[in-house]
Each structure stands twice: as C-alpha cells, then as structure tokens.
C-alpha cells in the first residue's frame, strides 16, 4: 500500500502517477487511505470476540460500523473504476504510463473484489451472527491459538516435554 501511495507524496510522483495531474493523483490516495477505515473496526470487532463474555451494544455498533465502511469502501472503488479511472485512460497511454494505469486498475479492483468477498461472506453466515456476540467455548490452559490446534496432539506434545 505504501508503494502505491508514494508517489503521490512528491509533486513530479504524483505528475506522474496521475497522467499529468497531480491534485487528481493525490485525492484518489487520499480516497484510497480513508477507505481503509474500516480495518481498525473490523480488528476491535474481533477483539470484542476475544474478550467479551457476553452481547453488549458497543459490539452490534461496531460491527455496524465495520460492515457500512466496507459496503461504501466496495461502491466507492465500483465508481472510481467506472467513473474516475477508466475515463483517463487516453491520458495514461498519452504520457506513456501504462504500468502507473494497470497497477491502478488492478489495485482498486482487487479491493472491490475483496471487499465484496467480504460482504458475501458475512451475509451467508447470517447477519446476526455478525451483528450479535454469541459465547463460544474458549480454550482454558493454552492461548486462543490452540482452539486451531488438536487437543490431543496439544496433550501429547506437552506430556513429551
């Protein structure tokens, strides 16, 4: 992410990057920075699963918050493909930046996949499920890790040692 936004971060970069237009090059990282919002939802919601031990509005809040962003985050890179990227295209192949157009195509694409991805993964697991905290047996004498590993081989390897 970070080599994707860089050149946006020197004037000649951005030129560059954005086919002759530096103000555009640098908004659409800005765009790219700001739909990552989510992520920080996304990993509290997470830690709310680690940790709580029963439902509590700030969990349905949060994931609300981390749904919505991602839902807007798919639709924003939806409509800067069609909308805002594509449309330079002439520009791109003008300054003979193909690459910088390709690698910007690509990006906001798999993003968009990814997020959609996400999106349908949440809903066939069922909202509520993803909406409301639901207890679930926790490992006791080991890390949350172990609850990956088989507890026969967890037993096995901790009698050897």
């Known amino acids: 992410m970070i080599w994707c936004h860089y050149p946006a971060g020197e004037l000649i970069g951005a030129y560059w990057a954005g086919a002759g237009d530096a103000r ?15 992520v920080p939802f996304l990993s509290f919601r997470w830690w709310l699963l680690q940790t709580s031990t029963s439902h509590k509005p700030l969990f349905s809040i949060v994931a609300g918050v981390a749904f919505v962003s991602f839902v807007c985050r798919c639709v924003l890179m939806g409509y800067l493909l069609t909308f805002e990227i594509f449309p330079r295209l002439d520009k791109f192949l003008h300054f003979k930046q193909v690459f910088a157009f390709v690698f910007i195509v690509v990006g906001h694409f798999v993003v968009c996949v990814i997020s959609a991805y996400w999106i349908h993964t949440v809903i ?7 909406f409301v905290f639901t207890s679930r047996p926790r490992a006791t004498e080991f890390s949350w890790t172990a609850s990956f590993v088989n507890k026969d081989i967890y037993q096995s390897i901790k009698k050897s040692s």
Do not use: D, P
């Open 124 to 130: 066939v697991g069922g909202l509520r499920n993803f």
């Open 24 to 38: 555009w090059a640098v908004w659409l990282s800005i765009i790219g920075y700001v739909t990552e919002i989510g």
